[in-house]
């Protein structure tokens, strides 16, 4: 279960490579209008419980990197989205420094095993500078894609 592979809950489309946003905020805002529509639960859901988690404590992890992730008992699997950011903006992150790949995780309520399973495939795949470097330097999303989905 540790090893769950990010094509189990990210798909192609759902990969957005230049995405502006100004700031933390608005950021949260668009990824939930943008998940909600593919989930069918509202936006203001999806903001008001992601919000709730980085109120816990930032989920921007360093380098550049963040992962927004919150749980809903509306969804029986993860799903995710990945952008890559025109501008890095600000996010509260542990390292200060300013963010340009955000992965936004929605879990189950449910299930905590697999939870920690995405969010800790996403986050080995990320801290790989190589990898991060990759998907920064991509400006296609299939590139991007392949890139966060190969094994």
Known sequence: ?????????????????????SDKQKLLLEL???AGAKLGISADRIFAELNKREQL?????????????????????PFGMFVHLKKPIAFDAVDGKPVDIVFLLLLPDASAGEQLGALA?????????????????????????QALTAE
């Open 32 to 34: 939930s209008r943008r």
């Open 57 to 77: 404590g930032s989920t921007g992890m360093g380098d550049g990197v963040a992962i927004p992730h919150a749980r809903y008992h509306e969804i029986n699997k």
């Open 121 to 145: 495939s996403i986050a080995r795949k990320l801290r790989d500078s190589t990898k991060a470097a990759a998907l920064r330097s991509a400006r296609d999303g299939a590139v991007i894609y």
């Open 1 to 21: 279960m540790n090893n769950m592979k990010i094509a189990n809950f990210l798909s192609a489309d759902d990969v957005v490579p230049e995405f502006a946003a």
